[in-house]
């Protein structure tokens, strides 16, 4: 089994910036792949990017040149950096993890850009 929490979620102002965590535990294999998705106010999940165990990453273009993916191996943590923000970033994000045994899921942080 594995679990994922995500935080770091909130309230900011169109231009800002947040950084979203995603916390691993469990039977885990280390470096971890991770993609992060999230859902909007039409309720629409969309796939925002992820991060390969090779360290690879790749984005949704609109987020492309914004947002940021990286690992902290150490802390079995996946980080999303956000910058810049828009309105239509607003969501729910959520990180998932795909391996041979399951889809995991976490339950998900709230994103508010709003002026």
């Known amino acids: 089994q594995v679990q994922l929490r995500e935080s770091g979620g909130g309230l900011v102002q169109p231009g800002e910036s947040l950084r979203l965590a995603c916390a691993a535990s469990?039977?885990?294999?280390?470096?971890?792949?991770v993609a992060w998705y999230r859902r909007g106010v039409d309720k629409t999940r969309e796939w925002v990017g992820g991060?390969?165990?090779?360290?690879?990453?790749d984005y949704e273009d609109s987020v492309k040149g914004r947002f940021t993916i990286s690992r902290d191996n150490a802390k079995n943590t996946i980080y999303l950096q956000m910058n810049n923000l828009k309105p239509e970033d607003t969501g729910v994000y959520y990180c998932?993890?795909?391996?041979?045994?399951?889809?995991?899921w976490g339950q998900g942080t709230q994103v508010t850009v709003s002026s």
């Open positions: 998932r993890h795909t391996r041979d045994d399951g889809v995991y």
């Open positions: 469990g039977v885990i294999t280390i470096p971890l792949s």
């Open positions: 991060i390969t165990t090779g360290g690879t990453t």
